[in-house]
């Protein structure tokens, strides 16, 4: 007998998102970082919802995603489980929290799950963080690895422009890959390499790939949902593609508010109590 109410759809696991790329069924992922965006997201059919550490520029204003916590990401991925019934959720473990000592590493992606719930952990970087992988992995959590232009090293790289253009780097980034997926990763994004790489990775590996800005042959697709929304009016690399203008509608049902108060027109006799 199946322990599932019928109104709730069964939930995605690290295991159905495996499956997807042998099915052919491409992978849906967006970010949220609260509990009302999640449930919008989940309730919309998305199968992954990451908590990005993008919540740094995203949330807190930053220009990086260097300054968010450990604490701060627990706080934004428990607001987004709450709110997620049927998707997978992944949180991000950010700078610093993975890179000093496996053991370290472990302790931050088990707090991740404990204390705020996830269902997974991603972390950026290839042959590196290995050994920080396999550890977690073997305490049964599951790892999503993230590889090209991977935002905590901004510092290092100087530069936001697309990764892995040239053959070395390309021939590494295809090294790390499959170093990921032998140390037990389920999946791996694939941030701003050129199509043609991502396309050779995906097909090379058995688990899926994640495309941001990698082109559309990989096993799935994830964009900062505010970016997509178009609430970032001044962010528009061309790998983003605008399905609404939130910002403009935003913009006019506030002016509309300011002015209906200004006016003396809100609240009218429907909206008081006697
Ligand atoms: O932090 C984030 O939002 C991410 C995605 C852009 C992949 O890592």
Do not use: W
């Not at 550490?53 to 991925?77: C, F, K, R, W």
């Not at 096993?219 to 962010?235: C, I, S």
């Amino acid at each position: 007998m199946s322990t599932q109410s019928q109104s709730v759809p069964a939930r995605i696991t690290t295991r159905t998102v495996v499956d997807m790329k042998g099915s052919g069924e491409k992978i849906s992922m967006l970010t949220a970082y609260d509990y009302t965006m999640a449930r919008i997201l989940d309730q919309a059919g998305i199968d992954i919802i990451l908590v990005g550490d993008s919540a740094s520029n995203v949330m807190a204003g930053h220009e990086t995603t260097l300054p968010i916590t450990l604490e701060q990401m627990i706080y934004h991925t428990e607001c987004v489980v709450r709110g997620a019934e049927r998707s997978l959720v992944v949180a991000d473990l950010p700078f610093m929290s993975y890179q000093v000592t496996d053991t370290g590493a472990l302790k931050s992606a088990g707090r991740m799950m404990k204390e705020a719930g996830a269902h997974a952990v991603k972390l950026e970087g290839g042959s590196v963080v290995v050994p920080a992988i396999r550890k977690i992995v073997d305490a049964g959590i599951p790892v999503m690895g993230h590889l090209g232009l991977t935002p905590q090293s901004i510092y290092k790289f100087g530069t936001y422009k697309v990764r892995a253009t040239d053959t070395q780097e390309a021939e590494q980034l295809l090294k790390d890959a499959h170093s990921l997926q032998e140390a037990g990763c389920f999946a791996i994004v694939l941030e701003k390499i050129p199509a043609s790489l991502a396309e050779r990775v995906t097909q090379e590996l058995s688990i899926p790939t994640i495309g941001i800005g990698a082109g559309h042959e990989c096993d799935g697709q994830v964009l900062v949902t505010h970016d997509m929304l178009g609430l970032n009016k001044d962010f528009s690399p061309r790998f983003i593609r605008r399905y609404a203008d939130l910002y403009a509608v935003m913009t006019e049902a506030i002016r509309s508010y300011q002015s209906d108060v200004k006016k003396g027109s809100f609240p009218d006799e429907n909206e008081q109590y006697e």
